[in-house]
């Protein structure tokens, strides 16, 4: 038996399954994720792994409890997403834990957060006083939602009177020197506007830019290969191997 | 086609894999003329009943060969456990056979037999 092939073969078997499985489960932010999300992360990753390298036992069983695993994850997941009630009772629901700036006591009890935790979550968000705080909400995945006493909000430009237009999302039109054609046409321009608009800052071809983004109000950023920096900033606060 | 496409290859990719983990069954099965390993078993216990010891040697490395042949085939589908199991039991049995123990080599036949039953299960 050899069993380094082995072990290669597997690999493919356990990473791929993985891959499509994971596909399939959903496309869910670590951030977002609930407690029981990373459960099953991780007990799906260790089966996976027995599945590569125990080669004490068939990789057949361990693939099927990957499956099975999957599944019901899968499972949950649709039932959650179809029945409000179901959801509530297996992904839990946000809890106010800070309300017109008083602690719910009984409901961090329930939550099993101590009051620290929750000034640690608040510290989090940038919040170190809590007379500044409206509504503090604990949401299923352990993230704190603040909202602030309106005299602590930022001041925006609303309350200015002041109107501003949207910038929008910026569209890549060159990325590692070649050109996006199918940006550039979404954006109603084309590439003798883009070549253009490279000359005016000296570039002589698109081979020269690493990225250039153009946002819907109108204003384009290039950043070349050639940084022309001499003496870039250490953020680095002691020495180490680079 | 992109639709097909995103659909088909992990439906391919997955079945391509369920069928190697499950190829054990299939694969042990003899593909040619010396791979046919209960036969050889069969063949070396009434060797060892009879007690011809030199035929039953050479039918004992016929089983070894026959065993490394079928390992490469399985191994992809297979325990471990069994597949080294059974290696222990040829090689005993090569012992048991040039010392003449009887029931030495009945234990590491069958003991073999088993383990051939398990293989790819």
């Known amino acids: 038996m050899n069993e380094g092939l082995v072990v290669f073969v597997r690999s493919i078997i356990g990473f791929f399954s993985l891959l499509i499985f994971a596909r399939i489960i959903g496309k869910q932010q670590i951030s977002q994720l609930t407690f029981f999300d990373y459960v099953l992360g991780i007990t799906i990753g260790s089966v996976a792994a027995s599945l590569t390298t125990d080669l004490s036992s068939r990789a057949w069983p361990h693939w099927i409890g990957l499956l099975t695993w999957a599944s019901l994850g899968y499972l949950m997941e649709f039932i959650t997403k179809k029945w409000r009630y179901a959801s509530k009772y297996i992904e839990g629901e946000p809890a106010i834990v800070i309300m017109n700036g008083k602690i719910m006591e009984d409901t961090l009890r329930k939550m099993k957060y101590k009051v620290s935790d929750i000034m640690e979550l608040l510290r989090n968000k940038s919040v170190f006083d809590l007379t500044q705080v409206d509504f503090a909400i604990i949401e299923p995945n352990g993230q704190i939602s603040v909202l602030k006493k309106a005299q602590y909000e930022p001041l925006t430009a609303k309350d200015m009177m002041v109107a501003k237009t949207s910038a929008g999302i910026s569209t890549e039109l060159i990325y590692d020197g070649k050109l996006i054609e199918e940006n550039l046409k979404q954006l109603n321009k084309d590439k003798s506007w883009i070549m253009t608009e490279l000359k005016k800052q000296g570039i002589n071809d698109a081979s020269e830019v690493f990225l250039a983004t153009l946002n819907p109000a109108g204003s384009l950023y290039i950043d070349k290969y050639e940084d022309h920096i001499k003496k870039v900033t250490d953020i680095g606060d002691y020495k180490g191997p680079y | ?121």
Not at chain 2, 14 to 33: A, Y
Not at chain 2, 51 to 74: C, F, G, M, P
Not at chain 2, 113 to 121: A, D, F, N, Q, V
Request: proline share 2%; charged share 30%; no cysteine.
């Open chain 2, 1 to 121: 086609m992109r639709n097909f496409l995103v659909k088909s290859i992990p439906i391919v990719t997955l079945t391509l894999f369920i069928l190697i983990m499950l190829s054990g069954n299939i694969l042990k099965r003899p593909l040619g003329k010396d791979d046919n390993i209960p036969e050889t078993i069969q063949s070396i216990m009434q060797d060892v009943e009879s007690e011809k010891w030199d035929k039953a040697y050479k039918r004992t490395e016929q089983l070894s060969n026959s065993w490394h042949k079928i390992v490469r085939r399985v191994q992809f589908s297979s325990e471990r456990d069994e597949i080294n199991g059974f290696s222990m039991n040829v090689a005993r049995l090569r012992g048991a056979i040039m010392t003449k123990n009887k029931s030495g080599a009945y234990m590491e036949l069958s003991e073999a037999y088993e383990h051939w039953e398990e293989l790819g299960k």
